[in-house]
């Protein structure tokens, strides 16, 4: 039930992208007299249209009850990879974490925590948060419960996310990308900014779902 309502959703956002695909085609690019005088036309050449092809990986994503509320699927292109990610129900409103965490396990019965067991941030190059390879764009839950999200992203390969066995997690706070001034003062050492914690995982909270990012078709 929540796949087929889910495909729908894939299936929207695959028409708008073949729309803008089909303007861009039609020669929707404003007329040349419009230019302005002493001012170069800008070539545009970005092209994300790989969600008309097949996705590379993907990641069912289940709640704390092991109920599958949303997609993640990850599709190659020319530069990188595209995300898409739709929530049919299940997020609450707001902006959320949202990342690729370092192990494909989601437990939400484990020891430290729900999803604990998806470890944390997927961060080959031993960076701070928010430079981590599975560092994605927040999420944003609309008043329904509903999710939908498109993002290119060029920090991690096809490769890792078809063979890395990692976890995609979605949290129940905003992110803040360790965007802590020094004006800020930590309580715990007077240091100013950001504390190990936050340069960690950026204090988007607990848990709430959690999805193993597998090979498509799988
Ligand atoms: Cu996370």
Same mark, same amino acid.
């Given at each position: 039930?929540?796949?087929?309502?889910?495909?729908?959703?894939?299936?929207?956002?695959?028409?708008?992208?073949?729309?803008?695909?089909?303007?861009?085609?039609?020669?929707?690019?404003?007329?040349? =007299? +419009?230019?302005?005088? /002493?001012?170069?036309?800008?070539?545009?050449?970005? !092209?994300?249209?790989? $969600? *008309?092809? &097949?996705?590379?990986?993907?990641?069912?994503?289940?709640?704390? =009850? +092991?109920?599958?509320? /949303?997609?993640?699927?990850?599709?190659?292109?020319? !530069?990188?990879?595209? $995300? *898409?990610? &739709?929530?049919?129900?299940?997020?609450?409103?707001?902006?959320?974490?949202?990342?690729?965490?370092?192990?494909?396990?989601?437990?939400?019965?484990?020891?430290?925590?729900?999803?604990?067991?998806?470890?944390?941030?997927?961060?080959?190059?031993?960076?701070?948060?928010?430079?981590?390879?599975?560092?994605?764009?927040?999420?944003?839950?609309?008043?329904?419960?509903?999710?939908?999200?498109?993002?290119?992203?060029?920090?991690?390969?096809?490769?890792?996310?078809?063979?890395?066995?990692?976890?995609?997690?979605?949290?129940?706070?905003?992110?803040?990308?360790?965007?802590?001034?020094?004006?800020?003062?930590?309580?715990?050492?007077?240091?100013?900014?950001?504390?190990?914690?936050?340069?960690?995982?950026?204090?988007?909270?607990?848990?709430?779902?959690?999805?193993?990012?597998?090979?498509?078709?799988?």
């Amino acid at each position: 039930m929540i796949m087929k309502e889910d495909e729908t959703m894939f299936k929207k956002g695959k028409s708008l992208i073949a729309a803008a695909v089909l303007g861009a085609a039609a020669g929707c690019a404003p007329p040349e =007299e +419009e230019s302005m005088p /002493g001012q170069e036309a800008e070539e545009v050449s970005s !092209d994300h249209s790989a $969600m *008309q092809d &097949s996705p590379i990986a993907e990641a069912g994503m289940v709640n704390t =009850e +092991e109920t599958e509320i /949303g997609r993640v699927r990850f599709y190659e292109e020319k !530069d990188g990879v595209l $995300m *898409q990610t &739709s929530f049919e129900k299940g997020v609450p409103e707001g902006f959320h974490g949202f990342h690729i965490h370092e192990t494909g396990l989601c437990e939400p019965n484990a020891a430290d925590g729900p999803f604990a067991t998806a470890g944390g941030h997927f961060n080959p190059g031993g960076t701070s948060h928010s430079s981590h390879a599975g560092d994605m764009p927040s999420l944003f839950g609309m008043t329904d419960g509903s999710a939908y999200l498109v993002s290119a992203l060029d920090r991690i390969t096809p490769e890792q996310l078809v063979n890395g066995n990692l976890a995609v997690i979605l949290h129940d706070g905003p992110n803040n990308f360790a965007n802590i001034p020094d004006r800020y003062i930590q309580s715990e050492t007077g240091e100013p900014g950001p504390d190990e914690q936050t340069l960690m995982t950026g204090d988007s909270g607990s848990r709430i779902s959690c999805g193993v990012i597998k090979p498509a078709g799988a």
